[in-house]
């Protein structure tokens, strides 16, 4: 249906980087939390080369494995730049650079899909 | 539970939880020169808050919420005041140990955890209306 894949890729990274604000958010909340520990999500890139594509079958009732077609974001704990004496290691700048970079690639995300819809309506609308 | 909403449901914890902080600061600070009734009666402890992160099975986030608020066990100051209605029999009158300064370090810092907390709220609002509206004028 999709040549490029382009709006599934997009909807990837948004739910990416949506799964990355909610660890902000996560991280803000707890930062005055004894003991807590700053988490974020693994790059896409590595999340994405866990999706595989479905493989083709000439005949409809061929076996074939199950496509992992969603995307599964991991968390890990990512220190931030300095930890306090109760053992939490939020820094709230690095966290505000992170929604800053969250900010930009969403809104990025959006004018591209936007800009593409655009593109596929012009070959629609008559 | 999208992670956007979740997002919201987080920092909203955040702001309820500096809040009630802030309202032990504001407790603190109104009692700091409250001494206690009586002869030799004990004065206003300090209160503390300590806060803890709590998994919310609905969402599977890690929320945060007040541990509990205690009491801070430092001794008090003591002066010598013999006219006051709360002095000993020496004539000494216990005052709160409440440290106006520690307070507003404290206030200062739940101050711009709140802030954080409403920016990152702000922002996720932003990213969902950024999404509905590519729905507009299309």
Do not use: C
Request: charged share 20%; no cysteine.
């Amino acid at each position: 249906m999709e040549p490029v894949h382009l709006f599934s890729l997009i909807d990837r990274q948004q739910a990416w980087l949506s799964t990355r604000q909610a660890l902000v958010a996560q991280n803000i909340a707890n930062i005055d939390t004894p003991g807590y520990r700053a988490v974020d999500a693994a790059p896409f890139e590595r999340a994405m080369a866990r999706v595989g594509f479905e493989m083709s079958a000439s005949s409809s009732l061929h076996m074939r494995p199950a496509a992992t077609e969603t995307l599964s974001t991991s968390i890990r704990t990512a220190d931030g730049w300095e930890t306090n004496h109760s053992g939490n290691t939020v820094s709230a700048e690095l966290e505000m650079i992170k929604a800053g970079d969250i900010r930009n690639a969403y809104a990025l995300n959006a004018s591209v899909m936007r800009a593409f819809h655009g593109m596929w309506m012009a070959t629609v609308k008559p | 539970m999208d992670p956007l909403s979740a997002a919201l449901k987080i920092a909203g914890s955040g702001l309820a939880a500096q809040s009630a902080r802030l309202r032990v600061v504001a407790e603190n600070m109104a009692n700091a020169q409250a001494t206690g009734q009586g002869p030799g009666g004990a004065p206003y402890a300090r209160k503390t808050i300590s806060f803890v992160s709590e998994l919310d099975r609905a969402s599977g986030v890690q929320l945060v919420r007040v541990q509990g608020v205690g009491v801070d066990s430092s001794p008090f100051p003591v002066e010598h005041d013999p006219g006051n209605p709360a002095a000993d029999a020496n004539g000494d009158v216990r005052r709160p140990n409440v440290n106006m300064l520690t307070e507003m370090g404290d206030m200062r810092e739940a101050n711009r955890a709140y802030e954080a907390d409403l920016q990152i709220m702000r922002q996720s609002r932003d990213l969902l209306s950024m999404t509905i509206d590519l729905l507009k004028g299309a």
